[in-house]
């Protein structure tokens, strides 16, 4: 069990934007605008609750772009993958919500 505060965020403004814009949008933005609230909410409470993907596996975009030492997958409902790296210190568990995508474009990405 641990006892340090967990924290839910995005890798930056943008990526944030995209998730708020999602609940005004059409019927499947707002379906996913749920499936993300709902595992942030899960990636709040647990944060190692995805699947932690091999480091031999992270694109090459992810290495060059961010600072990560870890990277996980969150499988949403009708094939949508939730990306997010967890950040952590003496004081806070931080997990940063990097990206979402179609189950086709992360196969794409992650060449599976």
Known sequence: MNDKPTKVTFINEKIENEYESLEEGK?????????ITRAI???KEIPSCGIKVPKKLWPKEYTDKYPITNLWKYDLPNAWRLLYTIA????????????WMKHKEYERRFNY
């Open 41 to 43: 909410k899960d990636i």
């Open 27 to 35: 019927f499947e933005d707002k379906e996913l605008y749920k499936f």
């Open 88 to 99: 952590e210190n003496e004081i806070m568990i931080l997990n940063i919500i990097l990206e």
